[in-house]
């Protein structure tokens, strides 16, 4: 009997993963991150505005940045309408960065992904 159990639960994980992967292809949170922050403001050709890449900051840093429903992004981008931006682009956002950044297992640079962007 725990057998058939445990055979469900893992065949109801493999279906849910499936289903997350349709949903949510693995490049979304870069692909979303680069349109919307890196190309549009933070690839370093404007004047005042820092160049960004999830590699920027840690981990840590990263989590203060949408801390509080992303007061701190909202707070730095006064007048900057986000309104095309889902509850689900902010979390694959926020989800890539920290994946990515300084302190993770696989920082990541802008530079080396300019061709990720669809």
């Not at 007061?71 to 309104?83: A, L, R």
Request: contains cysteine; charged residues 25%; glycine residues 4%.
């Amino acid at each position: 009997m725990k057998k058939i159990y445990l055979l469900v639960a893992l065949l109801i994980m493999i279906f849910s993963a499936v289903s997350y992967s349709k949903k949510y292809p693995a490049d979304y949170g870069r692909n979303t991150w680069k349109k919307n922050c890196r190309l549009a403001c933070h690839d370093g050709s404007k004047t005042g505005v820092p160049k960004l890449a999830p590699n920027s900051k840690t981990q840590q840093q990263w989590e203060n940045v949408f801390a509080q429903n992303r007061k701190y992004i909202y707070e730095m981008h006064k007048g900057v309408d986000f309104s095309h931006l889902s509850e689900k682009d902010w979390n694959m956002i926020k989800l890539f960065v920290i994946q990515h950044a300084y302190d993770s297992d696989q920082p990541e640079s802008c530079e080396t992904t300019e061709n990720f962007v669809k």
